[in-house]
C-alpha cells in the first residue's frame, strides 16, 4: 500500500450513520450509530450496553435504511475496543456528546472483510468524498 492510500485510510469525518451490528453468525440484530468513519473502520456509539467483548466477530451493515447510501453496505468487522457501562473511557464521549446524554457504549471497529469488492470500493469512495465534503454531517451519496 502507497504512503497516499495510508493516508487517505487513516481520514476520519464525523458522519452519523446508522451501523445494524451482530456478533458473527447471530440474528441478533443492534443499532448502533457513527461518531467518526473511516476507509478501515468506524467508532460506534449506543444508549444502551451492547452485548460484544473485544476481538469480537461482527456482522455489520451501514445504512440499512439507505439514508445516505443508495444501498447498504455489509462487511465483517472486528472490535479493537469498547468502552461500556460505568467505563471510565465513556467519559470524553459523553463530555465531547453533551453530559446530558444517555451513552451507554462506544465500539471502535476495523472492517476485515467485505462482502464484495464493489461493496468496498463503495465505501472507500462514499469516506474519500465525505472527507472532501464541507457539509459532513449532511453529506449523502
Known amino acids: 500500500m502507497s504512503k497516499t492510500s495510508r493516508s487517505i485510510e487513516r481520514q476520519r469525518t464525523d458522519i452519523n450513520l446508522e451501523f445494524e451490528v451482530s456478533t458473527f ?4 440484530f ?3 450509530y457513527s461518531l467518526n468513519i473511516s476507509c478501515s473502520g468506524a467508532l460506534l456509539s449506543g444508549f444502551y450496553t451492547v452485548p460484544f467483548s473485544t476481538k469480537s466477530l461482527l456482522e455489520i451493515t451501514i445504512d440499512p435504511k439507505m439514508v445516505r447510501l443508495s444501498e447498504p453496505i455489509r462487511s465483517i468487522a472486528k472490535i479493537a475496543r469498547i468502552a461500556k457501562g460505568d467505563a471510565k473511557g465513556l467519559d470524553k464521549y459523553k463530555t465531547l456528546l453533551g453530559e446530558s446524554n ?6 471502535g471497529i476495523y472492517y476485515t472483510e467485505f462482502h ?9 469512495g462514499y469516506v474519500k468524498r465525505a472527507t472532501q465534503s464541507t457539509s ?4 449523502t451519496e
Open 136 to 139: 459532513k454531517k449532511l453529506f
Open 30 to 32: 443492534h443499532k448502533l
Open 116 to 124: 464484495s469488492e464493489s461493496e468496498e470500493q463503495k465505501w472507500v
Open 25 to 28: 453468525g447471530s440474528q441478533d
Open 102 to 107: 444517555n451513552l451507554m457504549s462506544v465500539i
